[in-house]
């Protein structure tokens, strides 16, 4: 598997950042899926620390991803 450097983990963080501008915008579908394939990045390039953290964060990260399929279209 490849390190995931902190090049990466930046452009994570970015996305991040621009999921949570596309859900004020109202693109929430969107925005909810930016942001949890970022935070899943995040979670696996600290891979190294403690067992809750890692999967806490992959967790939420899954269930968001999962909620933000889920969501109707439209309002």
Excluded: N
Aim: charged share 15%; hydrophobic share 60%; glycine share 10%.
């Amino acid at each position: 598997m490849r390190e995931i450097d902190s090049s990466k983990v930046r452009i994570a963080y970015l996305a991040i950042a621009v999921g949570i501008v596309l859900g004020i915008a109202s693109l929430v579908r969107l925005g909810s899926i930016v942001i949890a394939l970022g935070t899943g990045v995040i979670a696996i390039a600290h891979w190294k620390t403690g067992k809750v953290e890692r999967y806490l964060a992959l967790g939420i990260a899954v269930a968001l991803l999962a909620l933000a399929i889920s969501l109707p279209r439209g309002l």
